[in-house]
């Protein structure tokens, strides 16, 4: 047996048998530090821009939400695709497993391309729904017309790390992303400073840092001796299967979407403060995105851990991993949010992206307040691994999408309208929203509808390699090698 089978074979008998401590870990702390390098991206533009001038940073702010409801719809299908990949690793179906990544593939790809042309051709008119006027108007189409065709090469990436999670492999994908935010760390001050190219440089940089991975990603997904890797005959659509990542996918894509929409609603909102509550308001979510990296990545690996013994009929196994999950990212989120939230602290680290007094005084004010209640992240995150994992996708759109349309705008409205609170009431309407949506998930697990997985899989018996030989009767029997 190779090396590389090897491993993913103590991969699959971490999750399916071995401690659950260390299965959780082995899967969360590559996903972390892949989360947090994608997030890197992000931040290396928020702070070359932050130097360059608030207009520029409040136009990436205002316009990042655009771009992520695309990759949130995206996101539907790879997520349909690691947790049906792994139900298919788990129930020991590894023909189905590869079929089922190739069609992941096809239809990503397909909707990365649409998508980039559609919103390049109306980027116009979407800045100017957005409220953005003169200069701030220019950066923001002039980013999101450049940033948008990042999109094929996202997707590449992310369809890599979907299949390689869904073997317990979150090693690889962590390293693809070190490459491509290196890159991007390096262009960035050479395309914005050097070359004066502003926010063109920031979304130039992104899109080659984007375009690197990508291709290394193709090369290793297309190789012949990895148990699930991309091949063309496999390409071609399969209803069955598209039925199934449509039925598993379309729930998660249409639940983030929707509140990446309820996000841009929010920029729009806080836009009307002016360019620098718009700054600080960025700054608090990037840096806020960094406080939560643990309780994403334990999440990512609760859904791949539920996913594998839900599809090896271990129910109680699945159930331990959730709670064992969740258990540390509460543990973890308080103790950090309760550091982050110190004013000297959140002061000092929202300073090292602006130099603008208003945009820190304003953003050390958000992140304090988030990074103090940021420890319901944990109960989310764990529960929605949890739903996704047993294909209750359904779950965590509607969760989603009330979320955002219902109890943070009610929030964000009784805040501002009642309580006359101005900018903060943005603040407290994303925690306030945040809490109690981490609430109905956990009593939500606790009616146990989560213990009937959607993913119906059969196993099929199969031989491999048939000797004939003779029985006792002198009748010729199978073996299987």
Not at 433 to 450: A, D, E, R, T
Request: hydrophobic share 50%; net charge positive.
């Amino acid at each position: 047996m190779s090396q590389t089978k090897t491993g993913k074979k103590i991969n699959k008998d971490l999750i399916l048998k071995g401690n659950m401590l260390q299965a959780i870990l082995s899967l969360a702390i590559p996903v972390v530090i892949n989360s947090f390098l994608q997030t890197m991206y992000n931040l290396t533009d928020t702070y070359w821009l932050g130097k360059i001038g608030t207009n520029e940073l409040a136009a990436i702010n205002l316009v990042t939400p655009v771009q992520n409801i695309i990759i949130n719809f995206g996101m539907g299908i790879t997520v349909a695709g690691s947790v049906l990949i792994a139900q298919y690793i788990g129930a020991g179906e590894k023909d189905d497993a590869k079929s089922m990544a190739n069609q992941i593939f096809a239809c990503a790809m397909c909707f990365a391309l649409a998508c980039a042309v559609v919103v390049y051709v109306s980027t116009s008119g979407i800045v100017n729904w957005l409220g953005a006027d003169g200069e701030t108007y220019e950066h923001a189409c002039t980013f999101l017309r450049i940033v948008v065709w990042d999109m094929p090469f996202l997707y590449m990436v992310n369809i890599f790390s979907a299949v390689r999670q869904a073997q317990g492999d979150t090693v690889k994908p962590m390293l693809l992303n070190l490459v491509g935010i290196t890159v991007n760390m390096i262009l960035d001050p050479l395309f914005m400073v050097v070359m004066h190219m502003g926010t063109a440089g920031a979304a130039s940089a992104t899109l080659v840092a984007k375009m690197v991975p990508a291709i290394i990603a193709l090369l290793l997904l297309t190789r012949r001796n990895q148990d699930v890797h991309l091949d063309i005959k496999h390409m071609r659509f399969e209803w069955e299967k598209i039925k199934l990542i449509l039925r598993i996918g379309l729930p998660t894509a249409i639940g983030g979407s929707t509140m990446q929409l309820g996000f841009l609603l929010m920029s729009r909102n806080v836009y009307a403060y002016g360019n620098q509550a718009m700054a600080a308001y960025g700054i608090g979510n990037k840096v806020n995105g960094l406080i939560t990296l643990p309780s994403n990545g334990i999440g990512s690996a609760v859904a791949t851990i539920v996913g594998q013994n839900m599809g090896a009929k271990q129910v109680e196994r699945a159930r331990e991993g959730y709670l064992l999950s969740m258990k540390i990212c509460v543990g973890f989120l308080f103790v950090g949010g309760m550091i982050l939230s110190r004013d000297f602290i959140s002061t000092g680290i929202v300073s090292i992206f602006s130099e603008d007094p208003e945009v820190i005084a304003m953003a050390a004010d958000f992140l304090s307040i988030m990074a103090f209640w940021c420890f319901t992240n944990g109960v989310y995150n764990a529960s929605t691994g949890l739903f996704q994992g047993t294909g209750h996708t359904e779950v965590t759109m509607t969760v989603d999408a009330t979320r955002l349309w219902v109890f943070r705008f009610l929030t964000l409205w009784f805040c501002e309208t009642i309580l006359h609170m101005g900018v903060r009431s943005v603040w407290y309407s994303v925690v306030i929203s945040n809490g109690i949506s981490s609430v109905i998930l956990f009593m939500l697990y606790k009616s146990n509808i989560w213990k009937k997985s959607k993913i119906k899989i059969e196993k099929k018996e199969k031989l491999d390699k048939i000797d004939l030989t003779k029985n006792q009767d002198n009748q010729p029997i199978a073996v299987q090698n």
